[in-house]
């Protein structure tokens, strides 16, 4: 698990579009955000996450 369910609501409401946008979320700690911010990022931008992009 990397953030709790309330982290995560936190996200999906607010959407944060930068690093230091989402640093303001309850729960995302310098560490967490230096390890998974961007990937949050894409995923809360629509972007699919790496491992569910299909090789054609």
């Not at 996200?11 to 729960?27: E, I, Q, S, W």
């Amino acid at each position: 698990m990397v953030f709790h369910d309330s982290t995560l609501v936190e996200m999906a409401a607010l959407k944060p579009r930068t690093l230091d946008a989402m640093r303001g979320v309850k729960g995302v700690g310098d560490r967490k955000l230096e390890r998974y911010g961007a990937a949050f990022l894409d995923v809360i931008s629509g972007k699919p996450p790496e491992s569910a992009v299909s090789v054609g």
